[in-house]
Antibody, heavy 123, light 111 residues
Framework: QVQLVQSGAEVKKPGASVKVSCKASGYTFTSYGISWVRQAPGQGLEWMGWISAYNGNTNYAQKLQGRVTMTTDTSTSTAYMELRSLRSDDTAVYYC????????????????WGQGTMVTVSS | DVVMTQSPLSLPVTLGQPASISCRSSQSLVYSDGNTYLNWFQQRPGQSPRRLIYKVSNRDSGVPDRFSGSGSGTDFTLKISRVEAEDVGVYYCMQGTHWPSFGQGTKVEIK
């Protein structure tokens, strides 16, 4: 079945970096993109950015520009999200979701989500 | 950035009664292809979001027909015709016409 499986929970100190993975199965990885969405404890959903698994193009939310990098490994159908210079307010559950393969919108966007990865930033 | 505003933020409902959630966008959500990319998601406690509705009114596979979406332009609504216990959770609207953005969420609980 179509699914996205994410890496396990992480605990990091302020100033460190974290890299979360999202492995796709059940569909052709390079025919879609991946968006990353985070949710701080008790809060709503925040879109972080998008990467095309088709051509590697990216677009990041303005507030995270310079701290986030999204990549893909098409040989393993895996997407990665790295966040640097972590702060306490980066503590959140991080989700990956299937998205459009290009910046052109499609109806498939956000139809499949990963199970989430809890990232805790604490000294 | 497109701001999505939901109301109410909390919605206590009686089992078997209808419920309605409003979502308004700060800009038109009509895309260049003529479609409107407005989605609705359900997030049950402790779970990942699940897409219920795409392009305003299209139900995803497996979504009960008591859920319906409507609206156009900047004004959208999610309706549950008869609330069941399994519908408890937080509901989010999300626009995908521009770079994505979510509403604040509406918490649905049973009275």
């Amino acid at each position: 079945q179509v699914q996205l499986v994410q890496s396990g929970a992480e605990v990091k100190k302020p100033g460190a970096s974290v890299k979360v993975s999202c492995k796709a199965s059940g569909y052709t990885f390079t025919s879609y993109g991946i968006s990353w969405v985070r949710q701080a404890p008790g809060q709503g959903l925040e879109w972080m950015g998008w990467i095309s698994a088709y051509n590697g193009n990216t677009n990041y939310a303005q507030k995270l520009q310079g701290r986030v990098t999204m990549t893909t490994d098409t040989s393993t159908s895996t997407a990665y999200m790295e966040l640097r210079s972590l702060r306490s307010d980066d503590t959140a559950v991080y989700y990956c979701a299937r998205d459009s393969p290009t910046s052109t919108v499609t109806e498939d966007a956000f139809d499949i989500w990963g199970q989430g990865t809890m990232v805790t930033v604490s000294s | 950035d497109v701001v999505m505003t939901q109301s109410p933020l909390s919605l206590p409902v009686t089992l078997g009664q209808p419920a309605s959630i409003s979502c308004r966008s700060s800009q038109s959500l009509v895309y260049s292809d003529g479609n409107t990319y407005l989605n609705w998601f359900q997030q049950r406690p402790g779970q990942s979001p699940r897409r219920l509705i795409y392009k305003v009114s299209n139900r995803d596979s497996g979504v009960p027909d008591r859920f319906s979406g409507s609206g156009s332009g900047t004004d959208f609504t999610l309706k549950i015709s008869r609330v069941e216990a399994e519908d408890v959770g937080v509901y989010y609207c999300m626009q995908g016409t521009h770079w994505p953005s979510f509403g604040q969420g509406t918490k649905v609980e049973i009275k």
